[in-house]
């Protein structure tokens, strides 16, 4: 190996070491098998306006390179895991009447906050099983909502009373830990305390709440903590 070749190679095992250090946990989550087609939302003229050019679909298994699987909501369970103080409030927008983010990690008493950036009218309405119902309405322009959760609960559904499409799927957990993966598939939780955990991956349409979610031990101590799911599309509900 030439001088040059060994400085690139030195470099690049410091770049990755720079990227997953001690306390890290990354990993991928992949879909297994083809899910079904989604399908158009039913937009009603007000909202089908905000898009003039494709319609957004239902996003039941968002999917991109290799399988990946987006939306997956992965978390830490066990230990003595503490709520972060300086948190800061997490935000759920209202926009081309859907909701974004579609699947939100939240932790118990970190502010929710609610906005419509549409011209038009929503309506807000948490069914939550066990935290506290609430159905607000948000007027186009409309002041933000903000809300917080005081229990744990995966998931706490969020819905529109005016347009019967829009959902949101919120997890409640009672610290920090937590990650939703992106639109390929990957996460990452860093700063995990040394110590064993249950590593919980969650995927809305295929487990539906933390009892039915997949789970795989770790230990987090020296070194970077590497794990991987499979989310297979027949355990759909
Ligand atoms: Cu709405």
Redesign the pocket.
């Known amino acids: 190996m030439t001088h040059t070749l060994k400085v690139l190679a030195g470099a690049l095992i410091v770049a990755s070491v720079a990227t997953a250090q001690a306390g890290d946990i990354t990993g991928k989550v992949t879909l297994k098998g083809t899910p079904p087609a989604e399908k158009a939302l039913p937009l009603d003229p007000a909202c089908g306006k905000l898009w003039p050019n494709e319609k957004p679909k239902t996003r039941f298994f968002v999917t991109g390179a290799d399988n990946g699987l987006a939306e997956v909501l992965v978390y830490l369970k066990g230990g003595d895991l503490k709520p972060d103080a300086a948190a800061k409030p997490a935000l759920l927008d209202?926009k081309g009447?859907e909701y974004v983010p579609h699947i939100l990690g939240l932790q118990t008493g970190q502010k929710l906050i609610v906005r419509n950036s549409d011209p038009?009218l929503?309506?807000v309405h948490g069914t939550p099983k066990i935290n506290k119902e609430f159905n607000l309405a948000q007027m186009a322009g409309g002041k933000d909502i903000e809300r917080t959760f005081e229990s744990s609960e995966v998931f706490v559904r969020m819905k529109?009373d005016?347009?019967v499409w829009?959902f949101s799927y919120v997890g409640v957990l009672p610290h920090s830990y937590h990650a939703v993966t992106d639109k390929d598939g990957n996460f990452k939780i860093s700063g995990v305390p040394a110590g064993k955990y249950t590593l919980v991956a969650a995927h809305r349409k295929s487990h539906g709440s933390e009892e039915k979610a997949l789970t795989q031990e770790i230990t987090v101590g020296d070194a970077a903590v590497s794990a991987n799911f499979t989310v297979e599309v027949a355990a759909a509900q």
């Open positions: 209202q009447c038009v929503h309506n529109c005016v347009h829009m």
